[in-house]
């Protein structure tokens, strides 16, 4: 990929792989960035072509080729990159040489399971998740007892804040389709707890038009052409 210099660090550091450039941002923000061994927290910062740059000890250089991947994320896995307290990490279950240079487009947390897309595009991350994109994720929700249809439509309603969803479809007494486009930390097991219901377990189906199908847990798929275009047409089009 061709790169104008100077350029805000933030974004040569999702051209470098290190994730979207609000991800990117936070990273700087935390000091976990150097440029030519010094600190940088400053995200006005701008960077030349022969400064040197470091995330976390690890060389941050722009990568030619991008990657994008679906992974199945088995349940007890986390999807950040770097966590003191982990040792299950979602990006290792995609075996490529160029695994270090991947990062989570979005998030599913530790006890949850299903679709997560990986990549190294930082500007493909950024418009798959800035809200005004409006990407529609599907989850399957199975609680600890029977669903109230009356709790569902409430939620539909936005009648439960801060949360609404966009669509829902009840599959079983305690199994639901729940359709969102906004996507806040732990929304959906926040939603069910104020509700009254305990999530059991809590799959994701679906990211716009990518579908996690017949993909077996912990397993990945490089994603097709087709999608990519489908993620950024939404996005341009926000």
Known sequence: MKIEYPIRLQSYLAKCGAGSRRSCETLITEGRVTVNNKIVTELGTKVNENDIVYVDDVLAEPEEQSYYFVLNKPRGYVCTNYDPNETAYARDLIDIPQRNLLFNVGRLDKDSQGLIIFTNDGDFANLVMHPSSETEKEYIVKVDQDIIKKD????????????????????????????????KNREIRNLFDMMGYEVKKLTRIRIGDVLLGDLQSGKYRRMSRQEIQSLLNRGKKA
Do not use: C, F, N, W
């Open 152 to 183: 569902m439509d409430d939620a539909y309603r936005g009648l439960i804040q801060p949360y609404r969803i966009k669509s829902y479809k009840l599959l079983s007494k305690r199994e639901v389709s729940v359709v969102l486009t906004e996507g």
